[in-house]
C-alpha cells in the first residue's frame, strides 16, 4: 500500500530515516515497526487506565463497610479485587509482593475517614 505523509518535520524525518539505515531498515519497514510499538504503547495505557478504573470503583464501593469494620488498618486492592485487609503498611505491602501483584495497578491505603492533606513543604513568609 502506497502512502503519501504531508508536513513532516525535515529534521524528525532526517533523525528517522538515519535511525532507520543504522538498523538496516527501509523508511517502510521503520514505519511500520514504528505503527506497531506507537499502537502496542496505547493499549497497555488503555489497560492501566481500566486497571486505575476497576480499583476505584471497587475502593468506592467497599469503603463504607471498610471505615465501620477495619478503621486504621490497610486495604490492598488489584485488578478491581480486595487482596485483603492488613494491621499496618509494611503487611499490606508484603501481600503486594506475596501475589506477584508488584507491576499491576494496586491500591494500597489506611482505612480512614480522616481526610488526607499533602504538604508541599512550602511556608508562609
Known amino acids: 500500500m502506497s502512502v503519501l ?12 530515516k538515519s535511525k532507520a539505515a543504522l538498523k538496516g531498515l527501509r523508511i517502510n ?3 511500520t515497526e514504528a505503527i506497531i510499538q506507537w499502537l502496542a504503547e496505547g493499549a497497555i495505557k488503555d489497560t492501566k ?14 469503603f463504607p463497610d ?7 488498618k490497610w486495604v490492598v486492592i488489584s485488578e478491581g479485587l480486595m487482596i485483603g485487609i492488613f494491621g499496618d503498611r509494611k503487611a499490606a ?17 489506611p482505612i480512614s475517614n480522616k481526610k488526607r492533606t499533602t504538604r508541599l513543604g512550602l511556608r508562609r513568609i
Not at 66 to 72: A, F, N, S
Not at 93 to 103: Q, Y
Open 5 to 16: 505523509i504531508k508536513e513532516v518535520d525535515k529534521e524528525l524525518y532526517a533523525k528517522f
Open 29 to 31: 519497514e521503520a514505519f
Open 49 to 62: 487506565n481500566l486497571m486505575r478504573q476497576q480499583n476505584n470503583a471497587t475502593f468506592r464501593r467497599i
Open 66 to 72: 471498610l471505615v465501620k469494620d477495619h478503621e486504621g
Open 93 to 109: 505491602i508484603k501481600a503486594v509482593i506475596e501475589n506477584k501483584l508488584e507491576d499491576k495497578c494496586n491500591i494500597v491505603s
